[in-house]
């Protein structure tokens, strides 16, 4: 078509412009020279000749002109010209043109960093084919329905007066599969079931480790599209009891501890005992379809979960017609809906789901139960996966990027003051070109292509920044902190890219359109009269941005001050034990298949040899680990109580006798526990002193005796008080605990978490452990080892991630509010040379011109102040309403200080004098310069 | 009869540019501006330069092509020559011309009756 070609010859005239050029002036002198010739010809003289052949031509410039415009592309060429125009124009303040680009550099920079959290973490979809077209299955009934035993995670939002889950037993599943398949014109092309299997032992060489692994049902592969880089995947076939036991191994497993063995298929491989033989490896990135941060390292059939887990089976057995453990997901065919979906299932699914689930409660009534309480299906997208953990990632995550929108807008307000006092000294210069017809427009638009063209340096030097960011982030973060699931890469991929684009575009135009608005405001014949230079009046605006400035540094401070000190605080807290030299790890023998009696065994070699290490001047464990954020609790009642009445609660704790001597908690009264506290012996327990406060307030607590109310149906007689500790967690108060002796009850010894003190540094002693343990058995991987101290510590993450950011963050808002503040400063005393002079020449002195520029600064920054005191005030309202649902993430941000208030003085004081500090410095550097004026040079230079 | 000149209308320099190279054959610039000012009697008021952007233009409809030769007095010169395309436009742009003159004579004319 002809706008084709157009556009095709148009292009070419951009590209060739010099040759075109060059053929048109060759071509427009032939035709002159040609003209001349004829008048020549008719008898004129050579002058009068080319006067008339001008004539005749008409005005050359003109053609030429117009020539060109209609060659090329007009406004590429203008956007081209207008580039070259601002190159120029910032190369000729390189100073200033760098702390510009540096600044917005980091800004954007931190905004990238963080897009590619978001993008790592909310946005990745599954590395399958068409994820868009994967749906999570759910289900929701009435509360009068109860599952018989739920395995697992479901974090489902349902309306009230309803539950709603996100597993499925596994007969439901079944019947809903048989269903899906029976049908041929469902609008489901593949139904399969997924679960976890975390933490199974696997033998790795010589060495036995722990991995997460996932059990699948036969068409998991084939439902996801997903095809093995090696091997095969795990098909139908080999989802049946009998068939041969199979395992497919992760990309990163694989990598790590097979060194990437392309001879791995067909190898045997041990999990939790079982012999499987691996048939594949899943590509790179494939992480299973589970929560964020859950990675899979093993991949197997669900026929197979008995034989790992034995008596735990999640599957059905002889005595249990199983437990609701398993994730759902369908495949849509083309074009099909969620709606269609429903009708075509939802049937199967209510008869099943009928079935498997006890009637409602006697106490309900059966008439009462509207349809919407039957249990039925309900769907989320499954492009992501499970969702439910993302969501709690979200909180910190948009937390985060509040923070570094903030100091990018602090960045874009210091360029908005820097474009506007150089748009007052190039008045003059604006003012003739409209003058000359110019339209404002056109000029507005050269104007931003200067800021544009900053914004655009400063985001491709912030995509480097973002590059080195995100290995410190991904350091500085660990599931602990709440911010970067495990396993998770950040990648700058094109859509981070394009982020960064936009939000630099956006910076650009952001900052530059009000100056370049103001520039072009012009009354032109008071412009062109007066002289070149400015009043160096401040226009409002800037000390408008100067104050917004200072406001948000103050913010960001303060909000680091407190986070510091919650840190400080919480690093403080007394345990309630020594953990000082305090070696930690954790075995699990019940995993490996130890049944109760050869636990006790297994525990008593063991600490035989542990008592004699070197070293070691004392070995116990528990069977919680403190300070770790685990908790085993029970329900129990006072004696006199009845069967029927409330139950009380306790923690509960499980130890070896030299427990609190060797963890250095105080025995206060009563006996301790003693070997001879075994099966043979009566129950007993020791409580802690919250416990008998709460429940033995004016009574001797000792001699006592309680019954548990779980199904072991215990009782105990209370033979000691210990002190307090601390838990769970450093924050929490303290709580009610109750210890029990290890031998006497073995169903609960399955996991034990050891500690020992040391007379010297713990860390040698791990391989030292490790060695014990494998010469018991070699294949009981040892866990969780570390200091006592560092893994309380670790367990502060949170707290120590918002104290770093903020600190980084509120420490560059200070720096660019002080520069801005400078730069505004000092432009206004270079334009105001004049006045200082006269000043000067009629008396002032010197310390009172520092003090008038200096005062024309601080007026800012205190009102800056008062600003950032307001804006406080209303948030710390905000965070203590009462609107906010209880888990939701304004909830938990309020929650994470500690023994700190979020007006605390002390924090707000030391933060005031820091910002007014810097501010003087800031102001104090061109009030020099003022100082140092010269009355009769001012009066004299124009 | 030659007292005044017409200037050039705009858009009917297309025309007789396209006219003049389907008579012609090939010509250079110069060529085209000389022709259309003789055929006019002088009538026209041509400024010669501005047949180079109509040139420019109609080349890049695809109306005419163009290719670099010597001209009588031994200089390089650009020579115009029409294309198919352009043969068939200068069709289309007669009739519309001849159309638009037919409306505007009958419209002027004194209607009988």
Known sequence: ?942 | MADTKHVVLPGTLNLLILKTLASLGELHGYGIARRIEQVSDDLLELNQGTVYPALLKLEQMGWIRTRWSTSENNRRAKYYSLTRAGRKQLTVEEDAWRRTSAIVTRFLTPSEK
């Open chain 1, 1 to 942: 078509m002809t706008s084709l070609r157009i556009l095709l010859s148009k292009l070419r005239g951009l590209f060739l412009k010099r040759r075109l050029e060059q053929d048109m002036q060759d071509e427009i002198n032939a035709h002159l020279e040609m003209l001349i010739e004829d008048h020549v010809r008719q008898g004129m003289t050579p002058e009068e000749a080319r006067y008339l052949a001008l004539r005749k031509f008409g005005g050359v410039e003109q053609v030429k002109e117009t020539h060109r415009e209609r060659r090329t592309l007009a406004p590429v060429e203008t956007l081209l010209r207008d580039l070259k125009y601002g190159f120029r124009m910032l190369r000729r303040s390189p100073g200033v043109t760098a702390v510009a680009v540096l600044s917005l550099a980091l800004g954007i920079g931190a905004n990238t960093a963080l897009f590619s959290v978001v993008d790592a973490v909310l946005l990745k979809t599954l590395p399958v084919e068409d994820p868009e077209r994967l749906l999570v299955f759910e289900w929701q009934a009435g509360r009068q329905y109860r599952t018989s035993g739920m395995s697992g995670t479901s974090n489902v939002d349902g309306p009230p007066g309803t539950r709603s889950l996100s597993l499925f037993r596994y007969d439901v599943f079944e019947k809903l599969h048989r269903a899906q398949s029976a049908t041929p014109e469902s609008p489901v092309s593949d139904l399969f079931a997924f679960a976890p299997l975390p933490e199974l032992t696997a033998k790795l060489g010589d060495q036995a480790e722990i991995v997460d692994g996932q059990a699948v049902s036969g068409n998991y592969f084939n439902g996801l599209r997903l095809n093995p880089i090696l091997g095969r995947a795990i098909t139908t076939e080999d989802d049946r009891p009998g068939s041969t036991q199979v395992v497919v191994l992760s990309y990163q497993l694989w990598q790590d501890r097979f060194g990437a063995n392309p001879n791995v298929i067909g190898q045997q491989f041990k999990l939790n005992q079982q012999s499987l033989t691996i048939i594949g490896v899943t590509p790179r990135g494939f992480n299973g379809t589970l929560q964020v941060g859950f990675n899979p390292a093993v991949t197997v059939p669900l026929s197979i979960e008995p034989l790992l887990r034995g008596d735990n089976s999640n599957l059905a057995t002889a005595n249990s017609p199983g437990v609701w453990w398993l994730n759902v997901m369908g495949r849509l065919k083309p074009g099909a809906t969620e709606e269609q979906v429903r009708q075509s299932l939802n049937g199967a699914f209510q008869t099943a789901a009928l079935e498997a689930m006890p009637p409602p409660r006697k106490s309900s009534d059966p008439a009462q139960l509207a349809p919407k309480d039957y249990p039925h299906l309900r769907f989320e997208p499954g492009n992501l996966g499970m969702m439910d953990r993302r969501k709690s990632y979200a909180s910190t995550i948009y937390g985060l990027f509040i923070v570094v929108a903030l100091v990018l807008l602090i960045a874009c307000a210091n360029l908005a003051n820097l474009l506007l006092a150089r748009a007052t000294v190039r008045r003059p210069e604006i003012s003739v070109r409209v003058a000359i017809g110019a339209g404002r427009w056109r000029l507005i638009r050269q104007l931003l292509t200067e800021s544009l063209l900053l914004a655009t340096l400063g985001g491709a030097i912030g995509v480097l920044f973002a590059f080195w960011g995100k290995s410190a982030l991904v350091a500085l973060t660990d599931n602990e902190t709440g911010l970067l699931p495990n396993g998770v890469e950040l990648s700058l991929n094109w859509r981070v890219l394009v982020f960064t684009l936009a939000v630099s575009l956006l910076t650009g135009v952001l900052f530059g359109f009000v100056p370049a608005w103001r520039a072009t405001t012009l009354d032109l014949s008071t412009t062109l009269k007066e002289s070149s230079r400015a009043t160096g009046r401040v226009s409002g605006l800037s000390k408008g941005l100067l104050v917004v400035q200072v406001a948000l540094s103050a913010l960001l401070l303060v909000g680091a001050g407190l986070f510091i000190r919650t840190l400080y605080n919480l690093q403080r807290i007394k345990l309630g034990f020594n953990p000082e030299n305090l070696l930690v790890f954790r075995l699990q023998p019940e995993r490996a298949g130890y049944k109760e009696d050869q636990l006790l065994r297994f525990y008593q070699q063991l600490f035989e040899r542990l008592d004699h290490l070197p070293s070691v001047s004392g070995a116990t464990f528990a069977r919680v680990e403190l300070v770790a954020n685990e908790n085993w609790s029970n329900g129990f009642l006072l004696p006199g109580e009845s069967v029927d009445a409330t139950e009380h609660d306790t923690m509960r704790q499980m130890v070896r006798e030299n427990y609190f001597a060797t963890m250095e908690i105080p025995f206060l009264r009563g006996r301790e526990f003693t070997p001879h506290d075994n099966l043979h012996a009566p129950a007993v327990a020791i409580v802690n002193q919250t416990f008998q406060h709460q429940y033995f307030p004016n009574e001797e607590v000792l001699g006592k005796r309680i019954r548990f109310t779980d199904d072991n149906k215990l009782e105990v007689e209370i033979v000691g008080v210990v002190a307090d500790t601390k838990y769970d967690r450093q924050r929490d108060q303290d709580q009610p605990l109750l210890y029990t002796p290890w031998q006497q009850d073995p169903t609960s010894i399955g996991e034990m978490h050891f500690a020992l003190r040391t007379v010297s540094n713990p860390a040698t002693l791990a391989e030292r452990v490790r060695l014990v343990v494998r010469e018991l058995d070699s294949n009981l991987p040892v866990t969780q080892v570390g200091t006592q101290s560092a893994r309380a510590e670790a367990t502060l993450g949170q707290e120590r991630l918002y104290a770093r950011l903020l600190s980084f963050f509120g420490i560059l808002a200070l720096v660019l509010a002080a520069i801005g503040l400078f730069g505004v400063l000092a432009y206004s005393v270079s334009q105001r040379t004049k006045e200082i002079g006269i000043r000067m020449a009629f008396g002032a002195q010197v310390a009172q011109v520092i003090r008038l520029v200096i005062w024309q600064g601080m007026k800012l920054v205190l009102l800056g102040l008062v600003v950032s005191a307001l804006i406080g005030y209303v948030l710390k309202r905000l965070l203590e309403c009462e609107y906010f649902a209880p888990d939701s993430w304004q909830q938990q941000m309020a929650q994470q200080l500690y023994g700190v208030k979020i007006s605390d003085p002390l924090t707000l004081i030391v933060i005031a004098t820091l910002l007014t500090l810097v501010a003087l410095l800031s102001c104090w550097l061109p009030a020099r310069r003022a100082a140092k004026v010269d009355p009769l040079v001012a009066l004299r230079y124009e």
